[in-house]
């Protein structure tokens, strides 16, 4: 196959004014397929035919002019590089002209050639008349005379025919190339079965290259299929790149399981959405857009019905823009940047249009925040929009699969975007998170004067928590042992164990506190081994029950106190003084029983079986039977 520069051409303009019989003129190759299209003579669907010339390969979209087939234009026009508007000369402008012209704008068509078709059906003065009236029309906009051409034709006669094909030539010289190596989309805008094939689908490659064998999803419906075959512009190739009218031979789908809206892209990227936030604009001839109302939405090849809840106002006037978030009535997979069509729901006529911003909103954002969000993404670079991306997720982060969902770009694309703020540390990047410095910097803040404010309220408790910290604050583990390690490296908090404090805290007790704690001690210390209950000796301290067990638990957690069983507590020089005694002990015998035990200590079985089971498991004694060997 060639490897020529592959431009659609889309034509535009009303209904009868020559469009399919100028596409076979200039290919040879009539483009309406419908039987019924034939029998009545009108363009009801959208049809392609090819043409070689000037190095360039041409797939031409003839769209109907009809007014209610403006649908299938919106579906055609998807991916076009250059519009071909057509007006016929002994008509000029007509109501679909401005429609379909409006539509071009709307879809930010940037490039295209005005055609004058039928001029042999008027003398040169009423060509003439009919020229200046479009010229007027058109002056201001992408169609500008003094920028693009106007060529009249005749497709009976052939006259014109070769000042288009070079006019093409020269247009289609200054159309950038799409992205071959972009993430792979094709709205899907045909669906049949071949016999022998089976399910094939065709559309215009928006975006990325599409090869044989190549696994794709299918959206919204989330099926994936796996790609048999490839034709570009009707002939067989090992590959479509963007730009290019492509058909591919399906298989693991039915043709009953795809339709005409749905999108081709790289499974497991991507993902449909009912909601997108958006910039809009409303023609000069619309009626105000009122918030809240219904509108039809087209966007690629896909038509929804969608509400529109504007950002700060009430209604839009004509001729305005404004950001809205469209609510859609079914799914579809969106990108920003992505061109879309408003009609209005009743009648049906073209309104505005605009430009996805996101298609992946969170829920519940502030408005102030929102509207410089929308902005930045509105007018931003590369850099700037993920910066703003990453800085809206605060301390959730976003990961790096997020951030392919929700731009459509690769992962390389994004890492190179970001590598600059992070170098700089604007950006850090926390496993596979990237996080905003400034959220890192209010999250140290936060937690920092959560444990000062936790201190205050529990003097007598040397810290908190990891794990109370983290939930209270709603981090994930790995965001959590990122601030916490950057606090402990600023020497702003201290992790001990489980524990978090401020440096050098300590339990600070006031005088009937530090009091209570030498009763508690005091009291299991000359207790030895019969020590009371700990409940009696609570009862007796001058501090509340509360307190009391925050003493107890300070006195556990030094080790002075060592809790053995649910009901007895032991001083630790007690429980040293067992130890000695029981290695004395095994100068005169190895083993032990409870009652040699009780003999030795003085103690009855309520003290004796709890504290044999202690130097169980202190490895000081093994159990063997009745009797206990004494490591």
Same mark, same amino acid.
């Given at each position: 196959?060639?490897?020529?520069?592959?431009?659609?051409?889309?034509?535009?303009?009303?209904?009868?004014?020559?469009?399919?019989?100028? @596409? !076979?003129?200039?290919? $040879?190759?009539?483009?309406?397929?419908?039987?019924?299209?034939?029998?009545?003579?009108?363009?009801?669907?959208?049809?392609?035919?090819?043409?070689? !010339?000037?190095?360039?390969?041409?797939?031409?979209?003839?769209?109907?002019?009809?007014?209610?087939?403006? =649908?299938?234009?919106?579906? $055609?026009?998807?991916?076009?590089?250059?519009?071909?508007?057509?007006?016929?000369?002994?008509?000029?402008? *007509?109501?679909?002209?401005?429609?379909?012209?409006?539509?071009?704008?709307?879809?930010?068509?940037?490039?295209?050639?005005?055609?004058?078709? #039928?001029?042999?059906?008027?003398?040169?003065?009423?060509?003439?008349?009919?020229?200046?009236?479009?010229?007027?029309?058109?002056?201001?906009?992408?169609?500008?005379?003094?920028? =693009?051409?106007?060529?009249?034709?005749?497709?009976?006669?052939?006259?014109?025919?070769? !000042?288009?094909?070079?006019?093409?030539?020269?247009?289609?010289?200054?159309?950038?190339? #799409?992205?071959?190596?972009?993430?792979?989309?094709?709205?899907?805008?045909?669906?049949?079965?071949?016999?022998?094939?089976?399910? @094939?689908?065709? $559309?215009?490659?928006?975006?990325?290259?599409?090869?044989?064998?190549?696994?794709? /999803?299918?959206?919204?419906?989330?099926?994936?299929?796996?790609?048999?075959?490839?034709?570009?512009?009707?002939?067989?190739?090992?590959?479509?790149?963007?730009?290019?009218?492509?058909?591919?031979?399906?298989?693991?789908?039915?043709?009953?399981?795809?339709?005409?809206?749905?999108?081709?892209?790289?499974?497991?990227?991507?993902?449909?959405?009912?909601?997108?936030?958006?910039?809009?604009?409303?023609?000069?001839?619309?009626?105000?857009?009122?918030?809240? %109302?219904?509108? &039809?939405?087209?966007?690629?090849?896909?038509?929804?019905?969608?509400?529109?809840?504007?950002?700060?106002?009430? /209604?839009?006037?004509?001729?305005?823009?404004?950001?809205?978030?469209?609510?859609?009535?079914?799914?579809?997979?969106?990108?920003?940047?992505?061109?879309?069509?408003?009609?209005?729901?009743?009648?049906?006529?073209?309104?505005?249009?605009?430009?996805?911003?996101?298609?992946?909103?969170?829920?519940?954002?502030?408005?102030?925040?929102?509207?410089?969000?929308?902005?930045?993404?509105?007018?931003?670079?590369?850099?700037?929009?993920?910066?703003?991306?990453? %800085?809206?997720?605060?301390? &959730?982060?976003?990961?790096?699969?997020?951030?392919?969902?929700?731009?459509?770009?690769?992962? /390389? #694309?994004?890492?190179?975007?970001?590598?600059?703020?992070?170098? *700089?540390? %604007?950006?850090?990047?926390?496993?596979?998170?990237?996080?905003?410095?400034?959220?890192?910097?209010?999250?140290?803040?936060?937690?920092?004067?959560?444990?000062?404010?936790?201190?205050?309220?529990?003097?007598?408790?040397?810290?908190?928590?990891?794990?109370?910290?983290?939930?209270?604050?709603?981090?994930?583990?790995?965001?959590?042992?990122?601030?916490?390690?950057?606090?402990?490296?600023?020497?702003?908090?201290?992790?001990?164990?489980?524990?978090?404090?401020?440096?050098?805290?300590?339990?600070?007790?006031?005088?009937?506190?530090?009091?209570?704690?030498?009763?508690?001690?005091?009291?299991? %210390?000359?207790?030895?081994?019969?020590?009371?209950?700990?409940?009696?000796?609570?009862?007796?301290?001058? @501090?509340?029950?509360?307190?009391? /067990?925050?003493?107890?638990?300070?006195?556990?957690?030094?080790?002075?106190?060592?809790?053995?069983?649910?009901?007895?507590?032991? &001083?630790?020089?007690?429980?040293?003084?067992?130890?000695?005694?029981?290695?004395?002990?095994?100068?005169?015998?190895? *083993?032990?029983?409870?009652?040699?035990?009780?003999?030795?200590?003085?103690?009855?079985?309520?003290?004796?079986?709890?504290?044999?089971?202690?130097?169980?498991?202190?490895?000081?004694?093994?159990?063997?039977?009745? !009797?206990?060997?004494?490591?």
């Amino acid at each position: 196959m060639s490897t020529s520069k592959s431009i659609i051409v889309g034509t535009a303009g009303h209904i009868d004014h020559g469009k399919s019989a100028l @596409v !076979e003129a200039l290919t $040879g190759t009539h483009p309406d397929r419908l039987a019924e299209e034939k029998r009545r003579d009108i363009t009801i669907d959208r049809g392609f035919a090819f043409l070689e !010339e000037g190095g360039v390969r041409f797939g031409f979209v003839d769209v109907p002019g009809h007014e209610r087939f403006v =649908s299938n234009m919106l579906a $055609g026009a998807a991916g076009v590089d250059l519009v071909l508007l057509v007006i016929a000369a002994d008509e000029s402008i *007509k109501p679909q002209t401005r429609e379909h012209f409006d539509i071009c704008r709307l879809l930010s068509v940037r490039r295209g050639i005005t055609v004058l078709t #039928k001029s042999d059906l008027v003398d040169q003065d009423t060509l003439e008349v009919v020229r200046l009236e479009v010229e007027d029309f058109l002056r201001g906009s992408f169609l500008d005379p003094a920028n =693009s051409p106007i060529v009249a034709v005749s497709s009976l006669t052939g006259a014109g025919l070769e !000042e288009l094909k070079r006019a093409l030539v020269e247009v289609a010289a200054e159309v950038p190339a #799409k992205d071959s190596a972009a993430m792979v989309r094709l709205p899907i805008d045909r669906v049949f079965s071949m016999k022998g094939f089976g399910t @094939v689908v065709t $559309g215009t490659l928006v975006s990325g290259t599409i090869r044989k064998d190549e696994e794709l /999803q299918v959206f919204p419906s989330g099926k994936r299929v796996r790609v048999r075959g490839v034709q570009v512009h009707g002939q067989a190739a090992e590959q479509a790149i963007a730009g290019q009218r492509t058909a591919l031979n399906l298989a693991g789908v039915t043709r009953e399981e795809l339709a005409r809206g749905m999108m081709l892209a790289p499974p497991s990227t991507l993902h449909s959405t009912v909601r997108a936030d958006v910039s809009l604009t409303l023609l000069r001839s619309a009626k105000p857009l009122k918030d809240r %109302a219904r509108v &039809h939405f087209h966007a690629y090849t896909m038509e929804t019905v969608a509400e529109v809840v504007l950002y700060g106002k009430k /209604q839009v006037t004509p001729g305005e823009t404004a950001y809205a978030q469209l609510r859609l009535s079914n799914p579809a997979l969106l990108l920003p940047g992505d061109r879309f069509i408003l009609r209005q729901f009743s009648p049906v006529v073209t309104i505005g249009g605009g430009v996805v911003l996101d298609a992946a909103p969170l829920p519940r954002t502030k408005k102030e925040s929102l509207e410089s969000f929308l902005m930045m993404l509105d007018g931003g670079d590369s850099t700037s929009v993920l910066k703003a991306r990453v %800085a809206r997720r605060t301390h &959730h982060g976003l990961s790096v699969a997020q951030a392919v969902g929700e731009t459509g770009w690769w992962k /390389q #694309k994004i890492e190179k975007h970001l590598s600059e703020p992070l170098l *700089k540390g %604007a950006i850090l990047r926390v496993g596979d998170l990237f996080i905003d410095s400034a959220t890192i910097d209010g999250l140290k803040q936060s937690l920092a004067g959560a444990v000062a404010d936790f201190h205050k309220r529990n003097p007598l408790v040397p810290g908190i928590g990891k794990e109370a910290l983290r939930e209270e604050f709603d981090l994930s583990p790995e965001v959590f042992g990122a601030v916490l390690e950057a606090l402990v490296r600023e020497k702003k908090l201290e992790a001990v164990g489980e524990l978090v404090r401020l440096p050098g805290r300590s339990v600070v007790m006031k005088d009937e506190e530090a009091e209570s704690k030498k009763t508690i001690e005091a009291a299991f %210390a000359s207790a030895g081994l019969k020590v009371p209950a700990l409940k009696d000796v609570l009862g007796g301290l001058k @501090v509340d029950k509360v307190r009391a /067990q925050k003493i107890v638990t300070l006195l556990l957690r030094d080790k002075v106190l060592v809790k053995i069983s649910e009901e007895l507590v032991f &001083h630790r020089d007690v429980l040293q003084e067992l130890r000695r005694q029981v290695a004395t002990y095994k100068t005169k015998s190895s *083993k032990i029983d409870v009652a040699q035990f009780k003999e030795l200590t003085g103690v009855t079985r309520k003290y004796a079986i709890p504290l044999l089971e202690y130097l169980d498991r202190e490895r000081v004694t093994r159990r063997v039977g009745d !009797e206990r060997v004494i490591l």
